[in-house]
């Protein structure tokens, strides 16, 4: 399945103007304080600009006590302007984004959603990541990656095959391929959120039992087991 971004702007014939999806959701915000980590399992989710499905799911989990990072795997976190698209790299701070966005098109990104989604981010944690700059010694300590769109799946098995492996450890990829879209990525984290509790139920150290992925009803899944 193609999964399209509703930011990802369609060309009118007439105006040659951007036309985005109407927004009908309530973001995931994260709880301050941030609560304690007391899961047996630590968690990473992915999307392209780990600032909307990763973030999403992330926040979810993190406000359940879920040990969890988030990255993306594009070559920038890209976001829709007023005239294209509105890229930042990787590592600068949500707070930034944020500041930039409300200095060039308040109204615009306002309207789209962006802002609000940069907005939660500064709360769950300070600045996107990116999934392929993480040394290895980072990826040792996760357990179960949770990627949303088949094609970064696919970017995800590719970096872990071309890494030196470091410790020989399993690491359980998943994939929950997710429309794009802020409203859909606050359903897929509801989703998430009950499968990685069942996953905490299991012994990962001899397999990611089937019955586990088969009970979240959430669409087709993909999973595969690399060792890091």
């Known amino acids: 399945r193609n999964t ?3 930011f990802a702007m369609e060309n009118d014939q007439s105006s040659k103007k951007a036309r985005l ?11 301050v ?33 879920f040990a969890v990072d988030s ?33 060039e098109a308040q109204a615009h990104y306002s309207k789209v959603g962006v802002l609000e989604l940069a907005l939660r981010a500064t709360n769950t944690k300070p600045a996107p990541q990116r999934w392929q700059d993480a040394p290895t010694s980072d ?28 410790g020989f450890l399993p690491l359980h990829v998943i994939c929950m391929d997710t429309r794009d879209s802020p409203k859909d990525a606050v359903e897929q984290g509801k989703n998430v959120r009950r499968l990685c509790k069942q996953i905490e139920e299991a012994d990962l ?19 595969i087991l690399v060792y890091v």
């Open 71 to 103: 990255y993306g795997v594009g070559k920038q976190l890209r976001l829709p302007g007023p005239d294209g698209a509105r890229c930042f790299d990787f590592g600068t701070p949500y707070e930034e984004i944020t500041r930039t966005l409300k200095e």
């Open 139 to 166: 990826l040792n300590r996760l357990n179960v990656v949770i990627v949303f769109e088949t094609r970064l799946f696919e970017a995800t098995i590719l970096d872990l095959q071309q890494r030196n492996p470091e």
């Open 21 to 31: 999806e109407e927004i009908d959701y309530v973001l995931t915000q994260a709880l």
């Open 205 to 223: 150290a001899v397999s990611m039992p089937l019955g586990v992925l088969k009970s979240a009803e959430t669409g087709e899944i993909q999973y």
């Open 4 to 6: 399209k971004s509703v």
């Open 33 to 65: 304080p941030k609560p304690l980590e007391t899961s047996k399992y630590r968690y990473a989710m992915i999307c392209s600009s780990n600032i909307n499905r990763s973030m999403e799911a992330h926040t979810v989990l993190q406000n359940d006590g």
